[in-house]
């Protein structure tokens, strides 16, 4: 019993800390479910996903230089880019097929088993013929907690 | 003895049932996240560290249920058309928790 007892506190506690912790991200939990790494991610479903979340969430800094006096430089001019659409959308797409992470997420990590597809911005933006990517968005799915799929859509000219 | 061991099942129940909670639901994944709370959350938190605020404003709203379903379209593009925005200067998020049950992200863009 004391077996248990310890093992259902290492496998409790360390997630619901986590939502408050610094040192480990707050969504570590569902991170370990579904493998994905985003800056963003909306509370996804084990069952059912399907989602559109921003990749790209920080409009980008123009005139930034490296070095020291670059970094002067360039918080002296706090100039933001906004994000734009442009005319043209692309997508990539990447699966992955693995077993459900019960009973708890955060400890048995799921089972990945086979992940294919490329993803990458580059060729989203291939896709559609795009040369400059102004903003890039993302959609997740998961189907019945064993098939994830996500679709980078960028955006741009 | 019967006490002690009645006690000890029901410890390990609760922290099961906290392990799954937690884990099922997952909290939210953002640059910035103050810290949430597992009953009730309801926040408002930048994506985008800086910029101008921008005459409109549009949201776009994913929903999750139980940590089981999740569906919504929360890209910039969808809070951006909502608003009629075709230049974001500024993007934040609000995030709020019901016990885990419901869970509601919204992408928040400021622009004209």
Redesign the interface.
């Known amino acids: ?2 077996g ?2 310890a093992l ?2 290492l ?3 360390p ?2 800390t ?3 912790s610094v040192t480990m ?3 570590s ?3 370990a ?1 579904s493998k994905l790494r ?17 990749l790209v ?3 980008r800094q123009q005139g930034l230089r490296s070095g020291v006096l670059g970094a002067r430089a360039a918080s002296q001019e ?1 100039e ?1 880019e ?4 442009g005319s043209k959308m692309g997508t990539a797409t990447s699966s992955q097929l693995g077993l459900p992470p019960l ?5 048995t990590m799921g089972l990945d088993l086979f992940g294919w597809g490329d993803a990458s911005q580059d060729a989203a933006a291939k896709s559609a013929g795009i040369r400059q990517i102004t ?1 890039a ?2 959609q997740f799915e ?1 189907y019945l907690a064993i098939f994830r799929r996500v679709t980078v ?1 960028v ?1 741009g000219d | 003895m019967k006490r002690q ?1 009645n006690a ?2 029901s ?2 129940k609760l ?2 049932a ?3 909670a ?10 910035v ?1 103050p ?2 709370g ?1 009953i009730y959350t309801n926040i408002d938190a930048p ?6 605020v921008g005459s409109r404003r549009g949201e ?1 709203t ?1 929903i ?15 809070a ?1 058309a909502a608003g009629g925005i ?6 934040d ?1 609000e995030f709020f ?1 019901l016990i885990g049950i419901y ?1 509601r ?1 919204k ?1 928040v ?1 400021y ?1 004209d």
Do not use: W
């Not at chain 1, 009973?103 to 400890?107: A, E, I, T, V």
């Not at chain 2, 075709?86 to 993007?91: A, F, G, K, L, P």
């Open positions: 019993m004391r248990l007892i259902a506190l496998a409790g506690l997630i619901v986590g939502c408050a991200r707050p969504d939990g569902y991170r479910v985003t800056a963003v991610l909306p509370p996804p479903g084990l069952v059912y996903t399907k989602h559109k979340a921003p969430f920080v409009p706090r933001f906004p994000i734009t659409f009973p708890f997420p955060g400890l903003h968005d993302y998961v859509e955006y | 061991y000890g099942k410890c390990v922290m099961i906290l392990g799954l937690a884990g099922l639901t997952g909290c939210i994944g953002a640059p996240v810290p949430l597992l994506l985008s560290l800086a910029g101008e776009s994913v999750s249920i139980a940590g089981l379903i999740s569906t919504g379209d929360g890209s910039v593009k969808a951006a075709t230049r974001v200067q500024r993007v998020y928790n869970q992200y992408t863009a622009g």
